[in-house]
């Protein structure tokens, strides 16, 4: 336990000295354990087990592009991402771990106390035992505070799901080397700092934000921007639409949805080839599969090689929000999502790499369209900021992929009425929603989480925002 978050950041710089790593990148055809596979080109390790890279076909999309190929991580087993709580002289605590993951592009971040895919914890690997699985595989042994089945990262992972838990306990948890217990006003600072609590850290989180509701003093205040939060939170509030609109939005997307998928060889992907031991889109655009070699000290086995995703710029995932009946209203989006196993979940107003949509863009057939609502997003002002950071996404499979995550209050003149695939959501009905897994995608669950755990500074103030506005 540390008595100030200045505290925290002393023990993290020792326990990131003491984890010796070194990831060297590989060309795919030399990959240790890794094959392509003949007749399909499709990479596959030699166990047949983890995940394998392969094609995948899009067709009647309903999205900007309408069809298109691509390379596709397929990981058919549900992983383990769970955080322990425990009360200390009456305040909750969380069992975080510092921990290195390959792709991170700073190297060791906090992540939950398990975070761990069926292959590595039932022991494929012959690595050793996974810390503190038995509270969630046991949960008996503790109170279950929340637990979901939540999609990942729907443009890179096929039909990919994990488990996400919280579990409060009374039992004595030892504290092994590399794990921290960090109060949620804690986490609530942490977050605000790029690239230190990782993605895995932040979807679970996003379950656990109905676990700290906003201070009194910000509901003093209604007409602060803290005010109009709080008012969000609040169970006697006036949201725009209820809970039976919403899931009536939802299921009307899901009907309209048109999308077609299927797994197809990877070298039969059109436009993307193998050179120079890489994989590439002919534009350059989008993202590449790399190989990696990894030697870590603090992990379940001390090496390992794998493929990789790695973006070719940084995305952004926003939303736009709006002061409704004195509450803040966010701007959500019922998206296609590719390849996740729902087809159509909630996300944010904006989710997109923006190099790939700018005047300069091109598909190899023209100019690439304008999302709705990008140029609001990019062009805000930074007293519309209200929180503003770069997050990284799962090191485990993806390389270096950042996203500027960021909140906009648009002013008061912005139009309450949208495009169909767009409503207005409160952030009580956004926790009600994401309680029960497979409606938000990962973005707006790690949107949800900052915002949920945003710090009570003042609205003049906005978190992050001189950095990356």
Not at 85 to 99: D, N, R, S, T, Y
Not at 196 to 206: G, K, Y
Not at 266 to 290: K, N, P, Q, S, Y
Not at 292 to 308: C, D, K, L, N
């Amino acid at each position: 336990m540390f008595s100030s978050t200045a505290e925290f950041h002393q023990w993290f710089a020792q326990a990131c000295a003491a984890q010796a790593h070194q990831v060297t990148r590989v060309p795919l055809d030399r990959l240790e354990g890794w094959s392509l596979q003949e007749g399909t080109g499709n990479l596959v390790h030699r166990s047949g087990r983890f995940f394998s890279v392969q094609g995948l076909d899009v067709q009647r999309a309903g999205r900007d592009v309408d069809a298109w190929q691509q390379p596709i991580l397929v990981q058919p087993e549900q992983g383990m991402l769970g955080i322990l709580v425990k009360e200390f002289h009456g305040v909750p605590h969380c069992l975080l771990q510092a921990k290195m993951e390959p792709g991170n592009s700073v190297p060791v971040q906090l992540s939950p106390t398990v975070q761990a895919t069926r292959s590595n914890y039932t022991g494929v690997h012959g690595g050793r035992p996974v810390p503190y699985l038995g509270h969630f595989l046991d949960p008996g042994r503790g109170q279950v505070l929340s637990d979901a089945l939540q999609s990942e990262q729907a443009a890179w992972f096929f039909a990919k799901r994990n488990r996400n838990m919280i579990v409060r306990t009374d039992e004595d948890v030892p504290l092994l080397e590399g794990f921290c217990w960090l109060t949620f006003d804690q986490i609530a600072e942490l977050l605000q700092i790029d690239d230190l609590i990782n993605m895995d850290t932040r979807t679970v989180l996003s379950g656990a934000v109905g676990l700290r509701p906003p201070t009194r003093a910000a509901a003093a205040d209604p007409d602060s921007f803290h005010g109009a939060l709080a008012a969000s939170w609040d169970p006697q509030g006036r949201p725009l639409h209820g809970s039976a609109a919403l899931l009536r939005h939802l299921a009307r997307a899901k009907e309209r949805c048109t999308l077609v998928r299927r797994l197809v060889p990877l070298a039969d992907t059109a436009r993307w080839t193998m050179r120079e031991g890489v994989v590439t889109h002919d534009t350059g655009r989008h993202f590449t599969v790399l190989g990696v070699r990894v030697e870590a000290s603090h992990r379940e086995v001390p090496g390992w090689s794998q493929p990789m995703l790695m973006p070719n710029s940084r995305g952004v995932a926003a939303f736009l929000a709006k002061r409704i009946n004195g509450a803040l209203h966010l701007l959500v989006q019922a998206r296609t999502e590719t390849a996740a196993m729902a087809r159509v979940e909630l996300a944010p107003t904006v989710q997109c790499q923006p190099a790939d949509y700018g005047p300069g863009a091109r598909d190899g057939r023209g100019p690439a369209p304008r999302l709705e609502f990008l140029d609001t997003v990019l062009s805000a002002r930074p007293d519309q900021i209200r929180f503003d950071t770069v997050q990284s996404e799962e090191g485990g499979r993806f390389y270096h992929a950042r996203i500027r995550y960021a909140l906009i209050e648009t002013d008061d003149d912005f139009p309450l009425e949208l495009p169909p695939a767009y409503t207005w959501m409160t952030v009580r009905q956004l926790i009600g929603f994401v309680r029960h897994g497979g409606h938000l995608n990962v973005e707006a669950r790690t949107l949800l989480a900052l915002l949920g755990f945003l710090p009570a500074t003042s609205a003049a103030e906005p978190v992050g925002a001189a950095a990356h506005a």
